[in-house]
């Protein structure tokens, strides 16, 4: 029978795993859709790369630096890690308000319908959230305007951060049922390209709870 220790020893190792694999997977996701796309051969062509560079690659790391296991600011103080989320959530919302912005005046320089797919609808849902949520963030900041407590306010936020965050992947997953990415990739790359968000998204799900809710949980 294993001892508890090699126990710990395994699960940690399997943590660190799943965890680079997050790192190589959220920038691997983008430079595919670079590859796909070719930003800058037409207007649209920004849309998929934008937004998979705002959530696949900008918004995991924003999320993975807070891992205890393989944060690539490991060793920074808290404030620090704090504020390069900050940062790094700005530059997601940013990315993905202009990926919005590309692909709505690109529908409308063509005379198409706008929001009409699920893909479209979830899209904005996302975009108007994340918005939301950046704005959420800012009242961590003036605890006492909100009247909750500091750490309540931190629950929210992480709970909301991973909805957000889901539905982020989501959105990816049924941009990659388009007609143009399923005419584009086909075969096993397509499936492969698929699992990325939802292995990442199971990644950040179990960093969120384990690190963060599970405490919270705990407390009587
Ligand atoms: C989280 C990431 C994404 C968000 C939030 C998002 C959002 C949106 C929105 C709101 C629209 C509709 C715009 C309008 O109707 O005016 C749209 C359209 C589109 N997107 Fe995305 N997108 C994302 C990722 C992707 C990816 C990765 C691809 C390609 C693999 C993609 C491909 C398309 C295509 C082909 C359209 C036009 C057809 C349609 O409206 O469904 N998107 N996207």
Same mark, same amino acid.
């Given at each position: 029978?294993? &001892?508890?220790? &090699?126990?710990?020893?395994?699960?940690?190792?399997?943590?660190?795993?799943?965890?680079?694999?997050? *790192?190589?997977?959220?920038?691997?996701?983008?430079?595919?859709?670079?590859?796909?796309?070719?930003?800058?051969?037409?207007?649209?062509?920004? *849309?998929?790369?934008?937004?998979?560079?705002?959530?696949?690659?900008?918004?995991?790391?924003?999320?993975?630096?807070?891992?205890? &296991?393989?944060?690539?600011?490991?060793?920074?103080?808290?404030?620090?890690?704090?504020?390069? *989320?900050?940062?790094?959530?700005?530059?997601?919302?940013?990315?993905?308000?202009?990926?919005?912005?590309?692909?709505?005046?690109?529908?409308?320089?063509?005379?198409?319908?706008?929001?009409?797919?699920? *893909?479209?609808?979830?899209?904005?849902?996302?975009?108007?959230?994340?918005?939301?949520?950046?704005?959420?963030?800012?009242?961590?900041?003036?605890?006492?305007?909100?009247?909750?407590?500091?750490?309540?306010?931190?629950?929210?936020?992480?709970?909301?951060?991973?909805?957000?965050?889901?539905?982020?992947?989501?959105?990816?997953?049924?941009?990659?049922?388009?007609?143009?990415?399923? &005419?584009?990739?086909?075969?096993?790359?397509?499936?492969?390209?698929?699992?990325?968000?939802?292995?990442?998204?199971?990644?950040?799900?179990?960093?969120?709870?384990?690190?963060?809710?599970?405490?919270?949980?705990?407390?009587?």
């Amino acid at each position: 029978m294993a &001892e508890p220790g &090699e126990d710990y020893w395994l699960y940690g190792a399997l943590r660190k795993a799943a965890g680079t694999g997050a *790192h190589l997977l959220s920038l691997g996701f983008p430079i595919g859709m670079a590859v796909v796309s070719k930003p800058g051969s037409s207007l649209f062509s920004w *849309h998929p790369f934008l937004m998979a560079l705002a959530f696949s690659f900008i918004m995991t790391q924003a999320l993975l630096l807070f891992s205890p &296991e393989t944060s690539l600011i490991m060793s920074y103080s808290r404030k620090i890690k704090v504020r390069a *989320h900050w940062l790094l959530q700005g530059l997601a919302s940013t990315c993905a308000i202009l990926g919005l912005a590309i692909i709505s005046f690109n529908k409308y320089l063509n005379d198409k319908p706008h929001f009409t797919s699920w *893909h479209g609808l979830v899209g904005l849902v996302t975009v108007l959230y994340i918005c939301m949520q950046s704005i959420g963030g800012v009242s961590l900041l003036y605890p006492k305007l909100m009247n909750w407590s500091l750490s309540k306010l931190k629950l929210y936020h992480a709970t909301s951060g991973l909805v957000g965050y889901l539905l982020g992947c989501t959105s990816l997953l049924l941009g990659m049922c388009s007609t143009w990415f399923t &005419e584009t990739v086909t075969g096993i790359t397509w499936y492969l390209a698929v699992c990325c968000p939802v292995l990442l998204a199971l990644v950040i799900m179990n960093q969120i709870s384990n690190a963060y809710l599970k405490k919270k949980r705990m407390q009587p």
